[in-house]
């Protein structure tokens, strides 16, 4: 049986980080990236909305650290809000956007699975 050498354990701090992926309205920095592993953040600031995207066959997972996280997405109306200590899953070609509907900005901790597109800015969803 074959194995591949193990690549050695990294630490990532804040002066790492880069810029990833834009979509107006958020600041997304990127950690490190694996064929089908992307890690990163994203900062939203006070009253911003983003763009309407997917994440093409990425499934995202988001943790909020600090603030809200207002998401809307394709076939549901209206929005959800996701606060400081709560988990965001967006399945994979979701179509949404994000706000910040509050006075201070919102910092979310991002890992996405798949390998696809890290981000795909579009026009809006197709309701």
Known sequence: MSR???????????????AADPTP????SL???QP???AGQVVTEPG?????HHHERNESSLYVVR?????????HEGHLDAQAGDFVHVPAWTVHRESNPTGEP???????VGGGIP?????????
């Open 67 to 75: 603030g809200v996280l207002r998401l809307e997405f394709e076939g």
């Open 119 to 127: 981000t795909v800015n579009v026009d809006g969803p197709t309701r």
């Open 25 to 28: 309205g958020m600041a997304r």
């Open 36 to 38: 089908l592993l992307w």
């Open 106 to 112: 919102s910092l979310a901790v991002i890992a996405r």
């Open 48 to 52: 911003a909305m983003s763009g309407w």
């Open 31 to 33: 950690a490190f990236e």
């Open 4 to 18: 591949e050498l193990p690549r050695p354990v990294r630490v990532i701090t804040p002066a790492d980080l880069t």
